[in-house]
């Protein structure tokens, strides 16, 4: 069999785990690419064709598929004379092959610029780059730096597609050194573990460090029920119990755990029976009326859109309210901006015009919060009004953390993992396309897209409608759950 040449993204693949690299190249076919992935392609496309706007004159090397076709139009390119730029070109050397985001040649100097969407210079990108400069330094193109531009999120859009300041430079030649030298062993390696058997990995940390690995499915099959995995933050304790050994959560000797969290946990995990401390039924019954329960739903751009935004700011479009008084039906109020312009100034005078001046407004995480300060930071008139809902918010998400468990909730105290332990009538999957926070983003940014047709624009919008709308039912039902009712 032929050598297996590497890719830059598949040797990235090997270092996360051996495995991946494997399923891969033979069993492709395996792999359940999540949304957020996507999602961060996405990203990264956005954040990429504004790197290139600060080279007028770069060129780009076509041929997404045909490699051998871009490796000779670089090639072409590279034998003409003077300064140039170059966007993705191609090169190879010892089994592996790279295109590089930005290449440039000023002169006898070689450059490359990786452009990522995140915002700072992660660990894992000394790899990326490292393997970068030790290919096209073998192709016969010496680099004399090599550099990572990250988003900057101190950078604030002042409007008319001006981005200028959108992305820090940061070099990072001096830092890849080690990396640098053990590339070839990388290739080495991997080259010889694909050509045998797949590696016998259990699952672990390296599943979702640096990434989500999109073979979770495929390598979890045969996994217990209760996996020690799913104790929240276990990163040591589950090492340690896989390491002597341990699976299967109900297992696990008590003495093994430390914090009363786990212990909650794996005492519910075993016996099978729901706790729910007796105290929070007194607590949750003496909450006054009108009790109203918040949710928002938030949209975020790595390139902003809206002049006076900045890059991943959390800008809320959507609230969905349930409203419960004493003896009286419940009622629901809402609010959603998809206009395409920004929502953020009728957001919050919609929420300032709608929940009244008393009583407690229930929400299910910190976020609402931050996100009314962030308003008030922006709308600094709506400042008294605005404080006044801070003043009554009361976190359901605490509250039940603090005080319930069912093992179904596997580790989780998502109101998503929640819900089905407390009214399993209740069903996310009945509310259309948009099922969590990310698909909410999704649905606005398809919304807002103008390509986007009038139908599916109003479909989505439904969507997020019964979505949010079904987040703020799922708190009345558990708050009425814990207060026993
Ligand atoms: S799921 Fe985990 S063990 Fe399986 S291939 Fe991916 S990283 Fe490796």
Redesign the pocket.
């Known amino acids: 069999m032929a050598p297996f040449r590497l890719s830059k993204s598949r040797l990235l693949s090997g270092l996360?785990?051996p495995?991946?690299l494997y399923?891969e190249i033979h069993r492709p076919e395996l792999a359940e690419q999540s949304k957020s992935a996507e999602r961060l392609f996405s990203n990264g496309h956005l954040v990429g064709d504004i790197a290139r706007r600060a080279y007028p004159k770069g060129r780009l090397i076509g041929h997404t598929i045909d490699l051998r076709a871009a490796l000779a139009q670089t090639a072409e390119e590279l034998k003409g004379e003077g300064s140039m730029t170059l966007f993705e070109p191609a090169f190879q050397h010892g089994g592996a092959l790279v295109r590089a985001d930005i290449f440039s040649r000023k002169g006898p100097r070689h450059h490359v610029v990786e452009v990522k969407s995140s915002t700072a210079v992660k660990d894992y990108y000394l790899n990326d780059v490292a393997i970068q400069y030790w290919v096209i330094g073998g192709a016969g193109v010496p680099l004399d730096s090599i550099s990572i531009a990250h988003v900057d999120t101190s950078f604030a859009y002042e409007g008319d597609s001006d981005y200028r300041g959108l992305l820090k430079r940061v070099d990072v030649t001096g830092e890849i050194e080690e990396c640098i030298a053990e590339v070839p062993d990388w290739i080495r390696q991997f080259r010889k573990m694909l050509a045998g058997r797949m590696p016998k990995?259990?699952?672990g940390r390296?599943?979702s460090k640096p990434f989500d690995?999109p073979?979770?499915a495929h390598?979890s099959q045969g996994q217990p029920e209760y996996p020690v995995e799913l104790l929240p933050r276990g990163g040591k304790v589950v090492e340690q119990l896989r390491a002597a050994g341990y699976r299967d959560l109900r297992k696990v000797p008590g003495s093994m755990l430390e914090t009363g969290k786990h212990k909650l946990i794996w005492r519910v995990t075993k016996s099978g029976k729901a706790e729910v401390d007796a105290r929070v039924r007194k607590l949750m019954r003496e909450l006054p009326y009108p009790r109203f329960y918040l949710d928002f739903e938030t949209i975020q751009f790595a390139v902003p859109i809206w002049r006076g935004t900045q890059p991943y700011e959390k800008l809320p479009f959507q609230w969905s309210c349930h409203i419960e008084r004493e003896g009286a039906e419940l009622t629901h109020r809402e609010f959603i901006d998809v206009s395409g312009g920004p929502p953020m100034r009728a957001f919050a005078e919609s929420l300032i015009k709608n929940l009244g001046e008393r009583g407690p407004i229930i929400v299910y995480s910190h976020f609402e919060r931050t996100a009314i300060k962030s308003l008030i930071a922006r709308f600094p008139d709506l400042d008294r009004p605005l404080n006044k809902l801070i003043g009554r918010l009361r976190d359901l998400l605490n509250i039940t953390e603090n005080s319930y468990y069912h093992r179904d909730m596997k580790g989780s105290w998502s109101l998503k993992a929640v819900l089905p332990t407390v009214a399993p009538d209740l069903d996310y999957a009945s509310v259309g396309e948009v099922q969590d926070g990310g698909d909410a983003q999704g649905a606005f940014i398809e919304i807002i897209d103008p390509a986007t047709s009038g139908e599916r624009k109003q479909k989505l919008t439904n969507d997020l409608k019964e979505y949010c709308k079904l987040d703020t039912l799922a708190m009345v039902r558990l708050a009425r759950f814990l207060a026993g009712k």
């Open positions: 996360q785990c495995k991946r399923l990995i259990e699952i390296q599943c690995c073979f979770i390598c």
